[in-house]
């Protein structure tokens, strides 16, 4: 049976994101928290490959003690096994630090319930968004990489085969790959379904398996948290909005509102005598 792990992460909902003025840092007081955007979607997936060939789905996060409501979301939706890995030690880590515990995560669970066939990652997250832990785990794994992926063509479950499709910048390339793999995914890729009661219920009543740095004898404790999170963010702010000054025309005379509307922009400067010359 395929083994497939789907690593999400609970963010500030980005509608209520705001920014303290003085820290230059998000403010989360207050500010609900949902699941990932792009990670749904990669935990969907997982689920439609789980419902067509039988496979265990194991979700994964870091964070704090709160992010088992991120974990209860994806067994609600399906998911077998839910793992929380927390611990004040890993406070403020970076996309290098994130990925090397996560990297750590996968190989315990494939201790625990055996060898890991299809990791999946949304492409980014709405907080930080640099779309760099799903390669960085895929590199520390050594597995093959598949990133903005927008389409599952084939699973080949014998050959351990995968055809996916990549949304790229120039247009969409078309890769076949064998497993282990991992992928991150693009919203395109399917629509998360909605839990069942029967799922609701169970997510509610599930305690997902919490590791902390104690499951881990052999971490680099100077790879994780602050300690091995060389990024700094020197400062964060919010643009400020651009003042649009706008005119309406109430008029029903076409000619007029175009006379009107040629004068405006000579005024403005936007256009030039020259250009209707």
Known sequence: MLHIVACIKQVPDSREIRIDPKTNTLVRQGVPAIVNYFDLHGVEE??????????????????PPTAEKALSQCIAMGADEGVLVSDR??????????????????????????????????????????????????CRLDIEQLTYVEKTEHLDINTREIIVHRHLEDGVERVKANLPVLITALAELNQPRRASLPGVLRGIRYKPIVWTTNDFPDIDRSKIGLKGSPTIVSKTWVPEPKQVDTEFLDTTDSKAAASHLLDRLYATGSLQNSVLA
């Open 46 to 63: 997982a689920l439609r490959i789980k419902d067509e060939f039988g496979a265990r789905v194991t979700v994964v996060t870091m964070g």
């Open 89 to 138: 030690a890993f406070a403020g880590a970076d996309t290098l630090a994130t990925s090397y515990v996560v990297a750590l995560t996968v190989q315990k669970v494939e201790d625990t319930w055996g060898p890991v066939d299809i990791i999946f990652c949304g492409k980014q997250t709405l907080d930080g968004d640099t779309g760099q832990v799903g390669p960085g785990v895929a």
